[in-house]
């Protein structure tokens, strides 16, 4: 496995084989936080606020004195800081076809110019008479490498979160009650609507593709919607009129890209923990809208068994949770601050709530 491209939008974990079928020990690409990132720049900041606060409590003899020392500190640090990051995210189509070990050593010589950059503003700023010049341009360096330290970390953290979301949605498929269940049904109507029958496969045979197909950073919001009508379709076959079905869905919205095998896995709770355990059925509801061209707000809701106890609900949020954490991580490991996911649960309806960029 290559090691991650650090400042780079994208990051090559492997070589393309040139099919779609995933290869044993094969990562597909990801995306990862670059500098340009508004979480990468925010944390950045924050970190080295810390670092310059914690180092003028050495040279502070009263609470006064380190407040004072910590703003003249900042003076130099938080545009040394500002100005790496847009080095670093300048750079980053140009760092992105270089080795590892490259982006390494060229952002560590950026902060380094970049902590002379933020001694010659307290020199301007200050007035000390002696500036340690080569001892704030080592420091730079060693913040520069923390820095990037932490992104090779968010890097290689979307690896196993993607290839869990795959494997998590490939187990479910191949649940042996689902592929019972789906298989039964489709023998049920070979000879009386061959048809649906062969629909009914097909659905199946897409449902598996889409697991085992290689992963990408995103997909089209059509290509999601999709495949969760393929997976409605079948268990429509199997509930009937239990399971209602509403699509709300903006047309404006279509092109958003979005993790894969997002959407599907929500659908599939909804079915699961509304519509199975309810004799009377359930409605499952999907709306997409835009917000201010900026944001999409995404909803799976699905009504609740109203014989259901209070006391079973804490067993329903147990087997939802594997599937919302994995949706939810992979959300921020991709959007960051920029996407917001939610649940809640009131008056028997229980709603996943997504709110994610529309760029």
Known sequence: MHKPQILSSQTPFAESSGTTTPQPGSTPPVFIFDACHLGVVLRAVLGVEVALAVAALYTSASFTDW?????????????????????ACSLKSVLHRMKTSHQYAIGMALGMAAGLYATGMMYLTGEVQHMHWAANALTGGVLAAVLIGYLVLRARGTVPAATSAQLAVLQARIRPHFLFNALNSAVALVREEPSKAERLLEDLSDLFRAALQDLHSTIPLHEEIELAKRYLDIEQIRFGERLQVEWVLDPCTMHVGLPPLLLQPL?????????????????????????????????????????????????????????????????QLLHDVHAEFSTTQKDGVFEVRICLPAS
């Not at 407040?67 to 080095?87: D, H, I």
């Not at 079915?271 to 707000?297: C, D, M, Q, R, Y």
């Not at 079973?312 to 949020?317: A, E, H, T």
């Open 67 to 87: 407040l004072l020392q910590t703003a003249w500190l900042t003076s130099g640090g938080l545009p040394g800081t500002l100005v790496w990051l847009l080095m």
């Open 267 to 331: 659908v599939e709770n909804a079915v699961k923990h509304g519509v199975e355990p309810s004799e009377g059925g359930a409605k499952v509801t999907i709306s997409v809208k835009s917000l201010s061209n900026k944001f999409i707000l995404l909803r799976v809701t699905n009504t609740l068994n109203p014989t259901r106890h209070i006391g079973d609900i804490p067993s329903l949020s147990k087997g939802q949770g594997m599937a919302l954490a994995n949706v939810e991580r992979r959300l």
